[in-house]
């Protein structure tokens, strides 16, 4: 005991109250440049597969994107300048691979094309996190909004019901010609709300109730709100048919109230209701009964003369892929239909980049998930902390849940591939989650720095 | 919380390591399964992504590819279609391909790795070559003559080079366009169904894959047994030989369609084609002398390719006495396919020597720099060349007194032998009319040409069909159009 002591004290070195972090502004600066090379590059190696040439876009995109990425840059450095380097550019260079992945896709659909809207709702996307990070000067502040975020999230993820349903599902509302997924900003506002109630309340959800065997269950008055807010949104996504968001909120929920508490028996209650659910809903609801089937023998179809299904046609892309890819612009991935430059954008990252180009991508999602974790380890008050590591896992269950779908390794369930896939509120709501990185790791860094933010 | 921060880092961790290790599976361990898999297009889009290389006849292409602009981009395109349709066979994007579209398919879709200039590095861009062409050994006018002389009439025609064994023409009767079944919409699956449907069978390639019994022409065969084993030794000596020939052992009397066959010479049976004599000639030569000469001229090889295989023509190895000397006349179970029957008239023009017949005289790459050439091909000796030679005799006897008069060429040597093959239970069916021969110009040193004509349905009244009458203008015709050519150098 008393050596143990002995060794925390002297590995824990007193406050340093005048060290300064380096800023590495400049680092990210340089990284951001790469982001929108390596963007320009994948653009022009399309044209130069496809048509022998240049695209003529090629200097307006590269130009763009640059301007956008550098604005974001300008305000990082104005308000955020002890934030972790590596955030903003990972989020330009998937967010520019995306535009490249769709642009490319839309050549094999003339009639349907979705890079200039994609590119449109990717410059809101990066207006918002500017504005996140000029505006919101401590992160703090949200958790003064806890119970606004609920309510505005509970009406996002029911607003889509008074609309009609699109491919099955209700998840989206049409306004002049552009569709919004509600649920997709209701993910960060869940996130903030899960850290702000669990950060207000994690004491009294960890040391007071009964205990039934080697679980301590907090009282129901501190637990009750919060597991209310989670079954309201997962049964609403559950009668929108959106079971892969419902599953993300609830791997939220488990791991928040995992950290908050300290408690691993709240991990296996959530495997144990996890697996419960997913038997019950595998088993009654016939859509998600289909796609396990689907799972277990992708090729069933295609033994039943009723050709390739998507899944079955995304396994095909990522084979024809193998190590190196086809390289952008020559491969087939459009066999795999509708849903190709959303819920299978990774098909054809897999098909055209190959397993070399696939593993990047795993590794930058990594690295963003990782930068997120790192900015709550680094992040000193209980809000924040829960606030970065919610969003970290967000993106990471989110990437998961998708590319573990499209690659056979668990049932496919819809959901957009952060940053790459087509869609505008993801696009949007990813661009939200960095800038709150960025806003939490900076006001880690800077107090480490000794410096408050206010 | 920290703790607890990490335990949740670590399994964000374990999640990518899960999807790095599941895309690995599924794109290095899964990837060759998923390639084969008959719900994977790839193949197919890849295949068709380029157009394909070309078919030539006589320098030129009989084949193209056409751009559809489709998912499946280029589709064959033919020129005279059904004329050449025996030899290219049909390239369909839904039905597969056939003959040479068939067996040289590695050349002409640009699959085949010889066509690469650097094989490694292919496999490691992933390019696909050009498509080669393949340049075949069919004479244009020859083909054409046989085409136009088949036209109305069920049969085929083959025509061959005797010294080497090139193809010259290679024509069935009715015929089809390999068109239509080239794309993969409802107009090619409309014309799979009638062609496959049609009673006539256009599609069945009748000079390679269709035997008949080759009746009177099959005495070239049993001739040229009988002078090698010894068994005549003067073709000009009578034969004692009655006429009705009573089948040994049995009742059965064989007769002559032709008078003057009593005791007739070998040289006078064969120019007036006397059933009898050769009947009685097989027995008197022997089942294992009768079977080791027509083995040797090529019946019962089920191996011979072209490159696409030959059916095989029969000569039956196992017969009493009666059933020799029925099937030393080409009856009984005796059965050839035109293209053997061009063998055996080649073999006597080229001194009893029998050369495999190819089709293929080159491949090569997109510029028309040559990737395979024909290689060197079987040669069999048939028969002494002395035996040739007598038999190169009887055979333009025919022509010029006999039965074959309708083959003889102005200014040119012709040789052949008719046939009247009698077929169906009880010989009900309309009898098949039979001409071989071979024909060599006055400036030729040797034969340029033999070629096999039979017709199933010559539309002349049942008495009158004859391989005379019938299928010796269609031969004549073939080799005529052969000797006007400037002799080609052999390959």
Known sequence: MSKAGITVATADPPAPAVRRLPRRRGIELALIVLAVLLSVYGYCAVGLARHGALPPGAAGYGAGLGVLALLAHLAVRLRAPYADPLLLPIGVLLNGLGLVLIYRLDLETPGDRAAPAQLVWSTLGVALFILVVLLLRDHRVLQRYTYVCVVAALILLTLPILFPAVNGARLWIRIAGFSIQPGEFAKVLLAVFFAAYLAANRNALAYTGRRIWKLQLPTGRVLGPIVAVWLVSVGVLVLERDLGTSLLFFGLFVVLLYVATGRTGWIAVGLLLAVLGAVAVGRLEPHVHSRIETWLDPFASIEAGEGANQLAQSLFAFAEGGMLGTGLGLGHSVLIGFAVKSDFILATAGEELGLAGIGAVFLLYGLLVERGFRAGLAQREPFGRLLAVGLATLVALQVFVIAGGVTGLIPLTGMAMPFLAQGGSSVVTNWAIVALLVRVSDSARRSYDGQDAR | ?491
Not at chain 2, 150 to 164: M, Q, R
Not at chain 2, 196 to 201: E, P, W
Not at chain 2, 277 to 298: I, N, Q, R, W, Y
Request: aromatic share 6%; proline share 7%.
């Open chain 2, 1 to 491: 919380m920290t703790r607890h921060i990490r335990h949740a880092g670590y399994f964000c961790a374990l999640l990518l390591v899960a999807l790095l290790l599941n895309a690995a599976r599924v794109q290095v361990v899964q990837a060759p399964s998923y390639d084969r898999n008959p719900g994977n297009r790839r193949p197919d889009i890849t295949r068709y992504e380029q157009p394909r290389g070309d078919i030539l006849v006589g320098g030129r292409p009989v084949t193209g590819s056409r751009d559809t602009r489709e998912h499946l981009r280029y589709e064959r395109t033919y020129t005279d279609g059904p004329m050449y349709a025996p030899v290219t066979g049909f390239a369909s994007q839904l039905y597969g391909t056939t003959l040479l579209e068939n067996t040289e398919d590695g050349v002409l879709s640009g699959a085949d790795p010889m066509l690469a200039p650097f094989p490694l590095w292919n496999d490691f861009t992933r390019a696909r070559n050009a498509g080669g062409d393949v340049v075949t050994t069919l004479h244009p006018a020859a083909q054409e003559a046989a085409y136009r002389g088949l036209a109305g009439h069920k049969g085929a025609v083959a025509a061959l080079e005797p010294s080497t064994g090139r193809i010259l023409a290679l024509v069935s009767a009715p015929s089809y366009d390999p068109q239509p079944l080239s794309g993969n919409g409802s107009a090619a699956a409309r014309a799979w169904s009638r062609l496959t449907a049609d009673k006539d069978r256009p599609m069945l390639n009748r000079a390679v894959r269709q035997t008949y019994p080759p009746g009177s022409t099959f005495k070239v065969v049993t001739a040229a047994a009988a002078l090698d084993a010894g068994v005549v030794t003067d073709i000009e000596a009578p034969t004692d030989t009655p006429d009705p020939y009573p089948l040994p052992g049995t009742r059965t009397r064989l007769t002559n369609a032709s008078k003057g066959c009593a005791n007739a010479s070998v040289r006078e049976a064969f120019t007036f084609s006397c059933n009898t004599v050769f009947a009685k000639l097989g027995v008197e030569v022997g089942l294992a002398d009768m079977t080791a000469t027509a083995h040797a001229f090529g019946f019962g090889n089920g191996e011979l390719r072209v490159p696409f295989p030959v059916a095989r023509s029969t000569f039956d190895t196992s017969l009493d006495q009666a059933q020799l000397a029925l099937s030393s006349i080409g009856q009984y179970n005796t059965r050839a396919t035109p293209l053997q029957m061009a063998m055996v008239a080649a073999a006597v023009a080229n001194g009893g020597q029998v050369r495999d017949p190819y089709l293929v005289e080159r491949t090569t790459r997109p510029g028309g720099s040559t990737l395979a050439t024909a290689g060197s091909r079987a040669i069999r000796q048939a028969m002494y060349p002395s035996t040739a030679v007598r038999l190169r005799a009887m055979m333009r006897d025919v022509v010029e007194n006999g039965t074959g008069r309708h083959a003889a060429i102005r200014g040119a040597k012709v040789g052949g032998k008719t046939g009247t093959a009698q077929h169906g239970l009880g010989n009900s069916g309309t009898p098949y009319a039979w001409f071989v021969s071979w024909a060599q110009g006055d400036r030729d040193l040797a034969p340029r040409v033999a070629v096999a004509v039979v017709v199933e349905d010559a539309e002349t009244d049942r008495g009158h069909i004859s391989g005379g009458g019938d299928a010796a203008p269609i031969a004549r015709a073939v080799m005529e159009a052969v000797l006007k050519s400037p002799a080609q150098p052999s390959g």
